[in-house]
Each structure stands twice: as structure tokens, then as C-alpha cells.
């Protein structure tokens, strides 16, 4: 197995344990928020969680250890660590056989022509590393940029809460090119309330300085030594390396050896700012470009820069996120985590992209190809826009300049046969720089849906109404290009089932497959087989006007007792402790009755210690805020009892604060009854929104596996069935089984032929977070931690009367039942499913002129018509027996 697959088994294991550290308690409450966060909103993508996951597994339980560590510690076997390592071959383990595996280490290290016989170029700049460094290898369009924010704000959130902890303090994000360093603005709009909880991220929000380098700019405005810094910048900027910068920038005009010197000192402030920085972690976003040891022309200029600030400053580890962990078809082996193409159009990351490859043999008629890529373009995907109305686009990537100016003539030709405009066409290379209009090409007011691009719009370049890209003529083969081309178009959004398209030609086609293999360890037949696994949909809300459920609840509140508080007297506990050492004098002496020769000379003797003292105002203060005490009465009581010292021991400090619990311990816990209005759904929990008819529109995002996309079931089916319009309070309901979903069809089919008795029913059990519904009752899980639970349905008739329906399965039938027996003795309830009842049952009794409760266990993958019977009696109005 690879690394990343046992670590993967090591994490899921440290999650169903609950994230536990003896030390650093605060990651499980960092990363079960992460993984599940109040309310409506961005969360982290289920590839994102992972890498988060993982990276914290290293950190603490692993403790940060250098890669091949790492190895050594898992593949205890030499044979499986040779494996793992891609040493696999006879003569490398007869090398190994003669002179152990230290000597290959060191070989591997020093000898270039063994490097370059057995290709281990990768394995070496593995080994030569002087610091802890990851790979999180993620396909494009799973979120590597947000993934190294939330990597950086849980570690800052850490740092906050544990000062002496080994948390990072300061961040600097870099990776080369312009379109890269504009995508990594996005670490500035991040929603990191989404990914720390609420006690964190406050603190984390008053501490992080983000810091974006500028061009011109000498330094970087950041405080030498100061902590919590993130600062953002390309390769360009910050390097081992005289860096070309104008002369207007400079300031002033030099001559040649001055301009060559004020270069040099630019990139050295730079560089000596950052390296000021303590506990620093460096994160390289796209880390192809830093990986990759050619033997010819050594590190990469991102590798040197890290190797100078590991050098310089304290390097708490490395982070390098990319979708390409390859280099010249040696995996690197630093992968900690994978997550590739197919897998991301498995999950409905990416686009569909199956059967939809088409390569083509046009033999130098480039403009026949092109005018059909039109056309074929226009026909299928003419009409397809995206849920905010945005319309499909297309990219050409060409080789050249020129070779855009020949050939655009065609196209324009074969926009004007379809009755569309030229100005559909946008065209952005070095010749034609159009920035502004292809920073717009994304969006819905952009004109253009054509877009003609030279080396550009490769890389960070996100456009999610992108469904087809198309090469002409045969691309540059050099870093990923055409990978990175012909891959633009898969990134996906929420409500799509439309596939993507990539059309090129037969010899661009080898390329692109040559580099998924490298990449990916992919080929095109493995992305044109894949088909998408989970899906994501847009729900709508249909009824704003939802009357609140008006219920009973036991309210538990802790208050101070009535009656006066006695005045806090104290008493000096200095005959507690003694302040004293005891010293013996010994001396060097044969003895006769033992074989020791140190002999006690004299009578031991006490000196008195002094001992360390804390100031007298200082544990007042101290005292006076964590028991809540006038501050003033506390510091006269500690003088009444020091004889107005200004100090006192610190041992003491201990011994006076059980005194002063003991005498303020006047509370007391008291339970009422209150009534609560309880909103099933809150609007503004939703997205909120403007349609063309200015009406508003409030919808959430949901995901789910493509084999329960039968389990959603929308208004517009049921529409002509459902005369009375009862449920769908939004749409489409997304049930998770078959059993509610069998129950609610059953129910609307009863109470479209009963109306008169009933409101409405309403499907509650999958808005479960508070900032959607005020519905769910609170119970107390095996963990001794509260959670919550939100019922399947509320059936509501039109005199108040609630009944509330939950559909489990027959498996826990016999636990629940049991358990709710155990509740009437008195016993302890022993599963989740039976505390979930058992609230359930509290509130019930505490509602019983108008509440009702009822489990059905459906055995089946239908609910069966008898279990029906308490709802259908309720539904017509009858007593429920």
C-alpha cells in the first residue's frame, strides 16, 4: 500500500475516536466544527476535510515527522520500505543486500549517475530535505487554496489557545505566476467562521494580519518578530535571485552597477522580513512548481527560497498542495494524501466528462476543425446556462499569437452562419491583452461566451460556465500544459447534470493522455469511464409563512440563592506550610558496621526557605474575578489577614481559593416550565436572492449520492395528485430513505381526501441546523456532550393539535423500546437512539393536550399501510388509541 492509503486508515480510525490528544484537546472541537458548522453557508469539501484531517494527524499524533521518518515508522519491514520507496529493483536491493540500506541512502544523496540510471530524482530531493514537508495532492477544483487557509486558521486558532504549545504563528503562502497569485486572493474572502467555531475564531479574527506584496514595493509592511501574519505573494517576488523591476519603480535613476545592487537588496528585504518571523510555516500553493530536482540545473528557485528561510528562521513544516504529484513519471513521495480526477467527478467535484472526449484527424485543416467545434458547440450547449443564469462558454487554447490572427477568421465565419454576433468572441494573449474582460469572462454580465487565449487561463483559472474546452493545433508538451488546458472545464456547481466537453486532436490527445498518467496515474479511458457518484442540487423555499410550533419545555437554570451572602473571612494559612529546608553535613570515613563511607557529621539542621511570593493586589484581583467578588472586599480581607504585607507566598494562593469556594458556593439549580415558539423554518437561514420578476428567492445548497437521487422528490411531480398543496414548505423534499419518503407519499395521497381537519404536513428531518429551524429537542449523547435531534415529519391539524413522526429502522425497534422502559423505571438509557426517544417522550408529556409522538420501524423499503394508523386517525381528526 502506499503511504497515503494507511495514513488514510490511521485517520479514519483517530475520527471515530473523536480526534483525542492527551495535551490538545482543542483540535477534536476545532475539526468536528470544521467538518459539520452551524448554520447555512460555505463548508469544507469532503476532499478539503480529509487533507485537514490528515495534516493534523501528522502534526499531533505523528509529531510533525520529517517525511522519510515517516516511512521508517510505518514500513517497519526493509523489503516493504524499499517497496514504498520505489526501490524495488534486483540491482538496488542486491546493492542493499551488500552494503545495508544506509549505504543506498547516502548513495542516493551524492551519486548523480545511480540517480539518473534508476530514475530516483524525486526519491533524492525527498531525502535531502532538512525540514518536515507534505504533499497534499488534490485535483483542481477541490479547493487547494481554501484548504491552506484553513490549515493556517486552525493552526493560528491553536497557537491562540495553547501560547506554549508547537503551533504555527506566522504564514507565508507563495506560488509562481500572475493568475495563481490573484487566485490566492481568495484566502481573503474565506469564510473562516465557517471553520473554527465561534469561542476561535473570534480571537483568530482580532489576530490575523493578511498581507498581499505589491509590485515596486522594497519590503513587505510586516513587524519584525510580531505573530500572526499571512502573507501572500508569488515566486517573482519573493526569491533567491536579483528580480527585474522597472526603473520607474526604483524610485530614482541609477546607473547599471547602482540599478544591479538595488535589485539584489529588494529580494534580501523581502526575504529578511519573513525570515523574522518565529514558528513559520510555508505553504506552496500548485507545488509542482516547486518540486522537481533536475540534476542539471539543481533546486527549483521556490525549493532554494524555503531551504534559505528553513535555514534562517524556525520552519515548523512545509505545505504543498497540487493536483499534479508527479515529476518525469516518479510519484512524489511526499504524497500524504490523494484525491484525483475521477474521484472528484465520482463526488460531483468536477464535471462529467464521460464519452465526451473527442479527438479529431484533420491533417492541417485546422479551420474545418475549428468551425465544427463551433457549430458542435452551439448545438449542444447553445441553451445551457448556468442556475444563475450564466451561459455555457467555450475556450480555445492556440499555440501562438499567430496562429489566433489566421484562424480567426473562421470562426467569426462560422458564428455568422448561426446568426450570432462576433462579439461573442474574446481574445486575450501578449498581443492582445484584454485583462479586464477575461477577469469577467466568468461572470454573468460578461458578453463574451468564446474565449481565444494564448498561454493563458491555465492554472487558477476558475470559471465554472466553462463546459468545453478545445485545443488547435497541437500545444506545448512542457509543464502539464495541455493537462491544464483541456481540464478547465470540469469544475463543477451546484445543480448541474450538464457533462463537460474537450475537443483536440489526435496528437494533443497523446499528450493529454501521457500527462494524466503522469499526474494522476489516469488515462483517458479512466476519465471517460467515470461516472459521477454524488451530486448537488439547489433547494427553494416555497413557504415563507410557516405559524410557529407552540410547545411546553423544562427550562434548567443555575441561580444564586436568596438571602444575604456572608462577608468572606479568611484565614492565614501559613501554619500550612513549612517554608523550610533540612541540611545534614556528612563526611568521607571507613566504617566498620557498613560498607558506606559518607558519615553523618553533626545534627541536622533547619534553614529557613524563602519562598516565592505573588503580589497581594495581584491575588486579589485574581480571587475577586473567578468568584465573582467585589474586588475591593477581597483585597481588605487579604490585608486584615497579611498584617498589611504588600506580598505573600504563592503556596498560599491555592489554600485561599478553597476557602473562598467554600463560602461562595450559594447556587442552586432550578427548573421551570416555559412556552416556546418554535420556528420549523427560518428564511433567513437561506440564500437570499432576486428573480426577473423582482420577487424574492431564498435557496441552500445540498449534496447527495447520485444512487439517492431517488430519494428526492420535488412539488412538480406530486402537483396534480396534491390538490390541497400540502407539504414541499421547500423543494425538492431530499429524504434519507425510502421509508419516509413511502410514508409521506402515502400521507399527502390521505390527506388530499381529508383536508378539512389539517394545516399541513411538513418533512423536517433534513433542515436540522439552527439557522434554518428552531425545531429539534435536545438530548444528551453516551459522550456526556448535548446534541441535537430534529424528528422525520409534524403533521399539523387546523385546531393545534401537533402529531410528530419518526422513521427509523426495524434494527433498532427492540434497543428503543428498551430503553424507553429503562426511562420509566428510572434507569439509565444505554444508546443514542433511546435518549433521542426519550426527549421525544419528555416533551410530549409535558404537551399533552396537544402534542403527540409516534416511531414507526420500517422493516421494508416502504412503510406498510397498518403503520399508518395512528397518523391516519390523527389526519381525519379521531382519537388515537
Not at 132 to 150: E, F, N, R
Not at 421 to 445: G, N
Not at 688 to 707: F, L, N, R
Not at 759 to 777: Q, S
Request: charge should be negative; aromatic fraction near 10%.
Amino acid at each position: 500500500m502506499h503511504l497515503y492509503e494507511i495514513l488514510a486508515q490511521r485517520v479514519d480510525q483517530w475520527r471515530s475516536q473523536g480526534y483525542p490528544h492527551p495535551d490538545y484537546s482543542t483540535i477534536a472541537e476545532i475539526l468536528e466544527w470544521s467538518s459539520n458548522p452551524e448554520g447555512d453557508g460555505f463548508r469544507l469539501r469532503p476532499p478539503q476535510l480529509r487533507a485537514l484531517e490528515t495534516y493534523w494527524y501528522l502534526r499531533l499524533i505523528e509529531n510533525t515527522p520529517h517525511i522519510f521518518d515517516l516511512y521508517r515508522q510505518i514500513f517497519l519491514k526493509q523489503t516493504e520500505l524499499l517497496e514504498a520507496l520505489g526501490l524495488g529493483h534486483p540491482s538496488i536491493k542486491d546493492y542493499v543486500m551488500d552494503y545495508g540500506l544506509e549505504s543506498l541512502l547516502d548513495r542516493i544523496k551524492a551519486d548523480d549517475d545511480f540517480v539518473r540510471s534508476f530514475h530516483l530524482e524525486a526519491l533524492r530531493e525527498t531525502l535531502t530535505l532538512a525540514y518536515p514537508s507534505y504533499i497534499l495532492a488534490l485535483a483542481m477544483g477541490a479547493g487547494k487554496t481554501v484548504l491552506i487557509g484553513a490549515i493556517y486558521a486552525t493552526e493560528f486558532a491553536m497557537a491562540l489557545e495553547y501560547p506554549d504549545g508547537p503551533f504555527v504563528q506566522n504564514a507565508l503562502v507563495f506560488a509562481p505566476g500572475k493568475t495563481i497569485i490573484e487566485s490566492l486572493r481568495e484566502l481573503a474572502g474565506t469564510r473562516y467562521d465557517r471553520i473554527l467555531p465561534p469561542r476561535l475564531y473570534k480571537p483568530f479574527a482580532a489576530s490575523v494580519k493578511l498581507i498581499f506584496t505589491r509590485d515596486g514595493e522594497k519590503d513587505i509592511p510586516v513587524i519584525r518578530q510580531s505573530l500572526f501574519n499571512v502573507i501572500v505573494t508569488n515566486t517573482e517576488k519573493i526569491r533567491i535571485q536579483k528580480e527585474t523591476i522597472r526603473k520607474s519603480d526604483l524610485g530614482l535613476l541609477l546607473a547599471p552597477e547602482k540599478e544591479d545592487e538595488a535589485r539584489t537588496e529588494i529580494a534580501n528585504l523581502r526575504l529578511q522580513a519573513i525570515a523574522s518571523l518565529p514558528h513559520l510555516a510555508v505553504f506552496s500553493d500548485e507545488a509542482h512548481h516547486t518540486y522537481g530536482q533536475s540534476l542539471e540545473t539543481g533546486l527549483k528557485k521556490v525549493r532554494k527560497t524555503v531551504d534559505y528561510l528553513a535555514d534562517k528562521t524556525s520552519v515548523v513544516c512545509v505545505v504543498n498542495t497540487t493536483g499534479t504529484p508527479y515529476y518525469k513519471r516518479q510519484p512524489l513521495k511526499d504524497v500524504v494524501i490523494w484525491y484525483g480526477l475521477s474521484q472528484g467527478i465520482r463526488d460531483g467535484i468536477l464535471k462529467e466528462v464521460a464519452g465526451n472526449i473527442q479527438a479529431f484527424s484533420f491533417e492541417g485543416n485546422v479551420e474545418a476543425y475549428l468551425r465544427h467545434v463551433i457549430g458542435d458547440f452551439f448545438k449542444d450547449y447553445g441553451d445551457v446556462s448556468l442556475t444563475d443564469g450564466t451561459p455555457a462558454k467555450l475556450a480555445v487554447y492556440f499555440p501562438q499569437t499567430d496562429d489566433v490572427e489566421a484562424l480567426r477568421p473562421a470562426i467569426e465565419a462560422e458564428l455568422a452562419e448561426l446568426g450570432l454576433p462576433p462579439t461573442l468572441i474574446l481574445e486575450h494573449h501578449t498581443k492582445c491583452e484584454k485583462k479586464a474582460d477575461f477577469d469577467r469572462f466568468k461572470f454573468k454580465d460578461s458578453p463574451h461566451r468564446l474565449a481565444l487565449l494564448v498561454d493563458r487561463g491555465v492554472e487558477g483559472w476558475d470559471v465554472p460556465a466553462l463546459f468545453a474546452c478545445a485545443l488547435a493545433r497541437k500545444l506545448k508538451s512542457s509543464n502539464n500544459f495541455v493537462l491544464q488546458a483541456a481540464s478547465r472545464c470540469l469544475r463543477q456547481i451546484p445543480g448541474n447534470q450538464v457533462k463537460a466537453r474537450i475537443y483536440l486532436s489526435l496528437d494533443n490527445r497523446t499528450i493529454l493522455d501521457r500527462q494524466l498518467q503522469e499526474t494522476y496515474g489516469e488515462t483517458i479511458a479512466d476519465l471517460n469511464s467515470t461516472q459521477v457518484q454524488r451530486r448537488r442540487a439547489t433547494i427553494y423555499l416555497r413557504k415563507l409563512n410557516i405559524p410557529p410550533l407552540v410547545v411546553r419545555q423544562l427550562v434548567r437554570t443555575v441561580i444564586r440563592k436568596d438571602g444575604m451572602q456572608e462577608p468572606l473571612r479568611l484565614i492565614n494559612p501559613q501554619t500550612t506550610y513549612k517554608d523550610t529546608l533540612k541540611k545534614i553535613t556528612y563526611t568521607v570515613a571507613e566504617q566498620r558496621a557498613t560498607s558506606s563511607l559518607l558519615q553523618q557529621v553533626g545534627d541536622a539542621l533547619e534553614i529557613a526557605a524563602v519562598p516565592e511570593t505573588v503580589d497581594l493586589y495581584a491575588a486579589a484581583v485574581e480571587l475577586a474575578a473567578v468568584y465573582r467578588l467585589d474586588l475591593w472586599a477581597v483585597l481588605e480581607e487579604l490585608r486584615r489577614i497579611y498584617g498589611g504585607a504588600t506580598e505573600i507566598p504563592l503556596p498560599h494562593l491555592a489554600d485561599l481559593a478553597l476557602q473562598t469556594e467554600a463560602q461562595t458556593r450559594n447556587y442552586e439549580l432550578q427548573e421551570e416550565t416555559v412556552e416556546k415558539a418554535l420556528a420549523l423554518v427560518r428564511p433567513e437561514g437561506f440564500q437570499k436572492s432576486v428573480d426577473e420578476q423582482g420577487a424574492e428567492v431564498y435557496t441552500a445548497e445540498i449534496s447527495y449520492p447520485i444512487d439517492r437521487q431517488r430519494l428526492l422528490l420535488s412539488w412538480e411531480e406530486m402537483r396534480t395528485t396534491n390538490q390541497g398543496d400540502f407539504g414541499f414548505h421547500y423543494d425538492p423534499y431530499n429524504f434519507d430513505s425510502n421509508p419516509e419518503k413511502s410514508f409521506f407519499e402515502q400521507m399527502l395521497a390521505h390527506l388530499n381526501l381529508n383536508p378539512d381537519e389539517v394545516e399541513d404536513i411538513y418533512f423536517t428531518g433534513a433542515l436540522t441546523t439552527p439557522d434554518k429551524t428552531e425545531f429539534w429537542v435536545d438530548y444528551k449523547g453516551l459522550d456526556d456532550r448535548w446534541h441535537r435531534y430534529t424528528p422525520d415529519f409534524i403533521i399539523r391539524r387546523r385546531d393545534g393539535r401537533c402529531l410528530i413522526v419518526e422513521i427509523k429502522s426495524a434494527q433498532f425497534a427492540a434497543v428503543t423500546q428498551e430503553d424507553l422502559a429503562r426511562e420509566e423505571r428510572g434507569e439509565a438509557v444505554l444508546t443514542v437512539e433511546g435518549r433521542k426517544a426519550v426527549a421525544l417522550r419528555k416533551w410530549e408529556r409535558l404537551n399533552p393536550d396537544h402534542l403527540k409522538y409516534q416511531i414507526i420501524y420500517a422493516g421494508e423499503e416502504t412503510v406498510a399501510y397498518d403503520q399508518t394508523q395512528t397518523a391516519r386517525l390523527f389526519v381525519e381528526g379521531k382519537e388515537i388509541p
